[in-house]
Nanobody, 127 residues
Framework: QVQLVNSGGGSVQAGGSLRLSCVASGFTFSRYCMAWFRQAPGKEREGIAA????????NYDASVKGRFTISTDNAKNTLYLQMNGLIPEDTGMYYC????????????????????WGQGTQVTVSA
């Protein structure tokens, strides 16, 4: 049974940093496209970063590129999102997601592409 558990959210001031974690279990971690999604209040869930656990290339949304870094520790079955230079617009619930596939540039940021989801962790950035 695939299980993803998010952690690491919190409240920070603008310019601060947070690191989110997503611990995976129940599947072979090294063959998945793993992604982070963000859902702001009243808005749709949007993909912000993705990485194939069998490689190193990552994909980023323009809104976070240069500030956020997605990475994995395959030995720990864990996905990370290092978030630096946080701004109020980054506020929202953050979810990790997993799909048995290499990441594809056409769908990595789309919610329909992922079967497995974490429970989410709240990030709040104050001005």
């Amino acid at each position: 049974q695939v299980q993803l558990v998010n952690s690491g959210g919190g409240s920070v001031q603008a310019g601060g940093s947070l690191r989110l974690s997503c611990v995976a279990s129940g599947f072979t971690f090294s063959r998945y496209c793993m992604a982070w999604f963000r859902q702001a209040p009243g808005k749709e869930r949007e993909g912000i970063a993705a990485i194939y656990t069998g490689g190193v290339e990552a994909n980023y949304d323009a809104s976070v590129k240069g500030r956020f870094t997605i990475s994995t520790d395959n030995a720990k079955n864990t996905l990370y999102l290092q978030m630096n230079g946080l701004i109020p617009e980054d506020t929202g619930m953050y979810y990790c997601a997993a799909e048995l596939s290499q990441c594809n540039k056409y769908w990595w940021s789309r919610t329909f592409a992922y079967k497995s989801w974490g429970q989410g962790t709240q990030v709040t950035v104050s001005a």
